[in-house]
């Protein structure tokens, strides 16, 4: 309803500060040319956007869905973190709809925040038991946000201990140019090590690593002794 909207734009507003939005604008790249090109910032930080989330998680889904929307950084992420409330709450056919509707909206959840606090959530959590064929097209997608989808749901699979998906997807995305990828692959191949088998991550790596971006390869070792750590990045495993 409209009415319930405006009351949360109202009480987003009382968080929003001018200032901190510049410095949001050019920490998630929003000049011209950028990833985040164009988006548009209230300046509100992530604690005071989850107090708004407690508030109105009850709100209907399709007007989630209208937030999700929105030009405003913010109340897209709003959107998909009462979408995220939402799943945790939802009985089978609830998550699927959540499932689903994310998937059909994938052209606002366009930052790397929106889909690092979404993901794992609702695709990861939904398909932890199911078919995973989604995954893999969405991490041959043109769009890169739908690539770091494909990555970052497998985060739920790491926390459950399955490691799988995440090292076939990782695989997939080797070659992609993305600095946003790289990071994301990395980053899941360390907890991969760190939750689930040290050992499954160094027989990736000692297949890959030589191919991989140094980003991703930085990312992936960063808990590794500092020996080993050095062999990797040296070339010398």
């Not at 459950?160 to 076939?168: R, V």
């Not at 080797?174 to 790289?182: G, K, T």
């Amino acid at each position: 309803m409209e009415d319930i909207l405006k009351n949360l734009r109202e009480d987003l507003n009382l968080y929003a500060s001018p200032q901190k939005a510049e410095g949001l604008k050019r920490f998630f790249k929003t000049g011209e040319g950028q990833y985040g090109e164009g988006d548009i910032f209230l300046g509100i930080q992530v604690p005071d956007s989850r107090k708004i989330v407690r508030k109105y998680a009850g709100i209907p889904i399709n007007d989630a869905l209208r937030l999700l929307s929105s030009k405003i950084h913010e109340e897209r992420l709003i959107a998909l973190l009462i979408m995220v409330e939402k799943t945790r709450r939802a009985d089978e056919a609830g998550k699927e709809i959540l499932y689903k509707k994310y998937l059909e909206n994938t052209q606002y959840i366009n930052n790397w925040d929106l889909v690092d606090l979404s993901a794992d959530k609702i695709i990861g959590s939904y398909l932890f038991d199911k078919p995973k064929d989604i995954l893999y097209s969405l991490a041959l997608s043109e769009n890169l946000w739908e690539r770091r989808i494909a990555v970052l749901s497998t985060f739920d699979f790491i926390k459950k201990g399955g490691y799988e998906e995440t090292l076939k997807i990782a695989k997939i995305l080797l070659s992609d140019q993305h600095d946003l990828i790289h990071k994301a692959v990395g980053w899941m191949l360390r907890e991969v090590g760190k939750r689930c088998s040290q050992k499954a991550l160094e027989q990736f790596l000692m297949i890959n690593y030589k191919q991989m971006p140094r980003t991703m390869l930085r990312y992936a070792i960063e808990r590794f002794p500092e020996t080993l750590r050095l062999q990797y990045l040296k070339g010398e495993r």
